[in-house]
């Protein structure tokens, strides 16, 4: 069974910075895609940044995240700075159940496994 636990969230001002964790279990995590969303209150779960198996990267807004996996750890992370009100999100860690191009948009087709997700709420 796959299972995906994030952790890391929190309240933080705006202009800081807070690094989320995502681990996995029940597969190989080396040989997936995977990848970060999220949902804002009253908006649809969008792409925030994938990393490839081959540890390509893909952000959906350059320069303020920072992707990354540990393999020996079966961990993810997602390294945010300059933490803005609009961050305000439910984050949530995702795997691509297929090797191949990373899948954007708001995650309903090509990422198979979830997890619950870890609040983010920035304060002005």
């Known amino acids: 069974q796959v299972r995906l636990v994030e952790s890391g969230g929190g309240v933080v001002q705006a202009g800081g910075s807070l690094r989320l964790s995502c681990t996995a279990s029940?597969?190989?995590?080396?040989?997936?895609?995977v990848g970060w969303f999220r949902r804002a209150p009253g908006k649809e779960r969008e792409f925030v940044a994938a990393?490839?198996?081959?540890?390509t990267t893909h952000y959906a807004d350059s320069g303020r995240f920072t992707i990354s996996r540990d393999n020996a750890k079966n961990t993810l992370y997602l390294q945010i700075y300059s933490l803005r009100p609009d961050d305000t999100a439910l984050y949530y860690c995702?795997?691509?159940?297929?090797?191949?191009?990373?899948?954007?948009?708001?995650?309903?087709?090509?990422?198979?496994?979830w997890g619950q997700g870890t609040q983010v709420t920035v304060s002005s």
């Open positions: 990393i490839t198996w081959s540890a």
């Open positions: 029940g597969l190989t995590f080396s040989n997936y895609n």
């Open positions: 995702a795997i691509q159940g297929r090797r191949g191009p990373v899948v954007r948009g708001n995650g309903d087709v090509g990422w198979d496994y």
